[in-house]
């Protein structure tokens, strides 16, 4: 996307997918040429987050037990026909995924997720999410380790479908490390995010904050948030997904503007990202930030 090469968490997880999709769809509807913090930008950004989320949550599942299409959710056909779903002047609702029927519920954000994002002096780049997803997990250690109690993840009995438990079979998660690399491979990015079920919408801000708007990591963590991911069984009479704004914002102002345009549920809620990002400038430079929402901090030397 935006002439760079967005690697990230391949299925199981479904946030990798969801991240790249919402890169490419803001992409095709031209979100270089707005402005930040306009009603337009986050427009185009929340509708691309909403559809986005429910194409990959209805697809998410472990590859090894059955047929994952994220190459077909990731396709240009396919991308080509949900940006035409995107409308400058109104919102869709309800938003329904394109390829798959599952449902998958949009995990709560708990205090239980890491980001780690590192570059070393020869130029590596890593970026590394971990959680032991609920309090302190399964409250077992191996070896040093807490085992985390993702089975959660899992999709319960009564629903069915890809993501169902099975012995073996890895539950889905909406992380999503992300690395970005410019036209001659090297990286430029770092980037990740603590959140729950919001991280792909954090993560993904993050790449078009930095590279395609030209804010600096300090900038990208610090103004207010947008996102697209929740879903809720009563929006406006119907199961859709939710516009939220970060509270306590100036992304709040937004809000009657989103309104107006259509969105439905749209609402000022806290959004808790826990990111961290580096940036490699095209000279060498490193500059990096930790989110001001939770502990974190910037080091180098």
Known sequence: AFGYRVCTAPP???????????????????????????????????????????????????????????????SPSYLKQRAAQIS????????????????????????????VSIVDGYGNALSMTTTVNQNFGSALLARGMVLNNALTNFAPETAGGRNLMEPRKRPTTSMAPTLAFDPTGRPRLAAGSAGGGLIPDYVAHQVLDVLVHGLNPHQALTHGHLSGQTTTNNCAGL???????????????????????????????????????VEITPDG??????????????AGG
Do not use: M
Request: proline letters at 8%; a neutral charge; charged letters at 20%.
């Open 12 to 74: 199981p997880a479904f946030g990798g997918i969801d991240v790249l999709s919402v890169l490419a769809l803001a992409d095709r509807k031209a979100v270089a040429a707005l402005k930040p913090g306009t009603l337009q930008h986050a427009h185009l950004l929340i509708e691309s987050g909403r559809l986005a989320g429910v194409d990959a949550r209805a697809c998410a599942g472990d590859p090894d037990f059955g047929d994952i299409p994220a190459s077909r959710l990731l």
């Open 285 to 298: 430079t490193l500059l990096a930030a930790a989110d001001p929402r939770r502990d974190g901090a910037a």
């Open 88 to 115: 400058p002047t109104s919102a869709v609702h309800p938003v329904r995924p394109g390829l798959c029927t599952d449902t998958l519920r949009v995990a709560a954000d708990h205090d239980s997720t890491s980001q």
């Open 239 to 277: 199961h859709d997904a939710r516009s939220d704004v970060e509270q306590g914002t100036t992304a709040e102002r937004l809000l009657p503007g989103l309104r107006a345009l259509g969105h439905p549920c749209a609402k000022a809620v806290p959004l808790r990202s826990g990111a961290a990002l």
